[in-house]
């Protein structure tokens, strides 16, 4: 059973010299750095879903509580994601479409990436 992804992606290379792609390269670093991490890709592939509060970020990861806040601070910092206070909890969500629809898209690979490009 094959699974079909769509993806569009843009060439951020094409009309720019070396040095604007590794300034372009340097600023992404960081987003990607945070996402290297497991508890925080797990927070983002869960806030890719729906937004959650802190409560229901704990439930889902059998994380503590403090160290889902923990994780949610650099992703905040970084603007990955978004909080929006209600009531006496924060909900959590995905900065934007631009973020989540690739990210779930990545999230569907179920081989590994050598797997995936053998003919």
Do not use: W
């Not at 590794?22 to 879903?49: C, G």
């Amino acid at each position: 059973m094959g699974r079909t992804i769509e993806l569009t992606l843009t060439d951020v290379t094409a009309g720019h010299s070396d040095a604007s792609v590794m300034t372009h390269a340097r600023d992404l670093a960081p987003q990607f750095k945070a996402l290297a991490d497991e508890n925080r890709l797990a927070i983002v592939l869960l806030l890719s879903e729906r937004s959650r509060t802190v409560r229901e970020l704990t439930e889902a990861t059998g994380l503590a509580q403090t160290l889902v806040s923990h994780h949610l601070a650099p992703l905040r910092e970084l603007g990955l994601v978004s909080v929006t206070p209600k009531g006496r909890s924060n909900v959590y969500s995905i900065c934007c479409d631009a973020f989540s629809a690739p990210l779930r898209a990545l999230a569907g690979l179920s081989t590994p990436v050598e797997d995936a490009c053998r003919d």
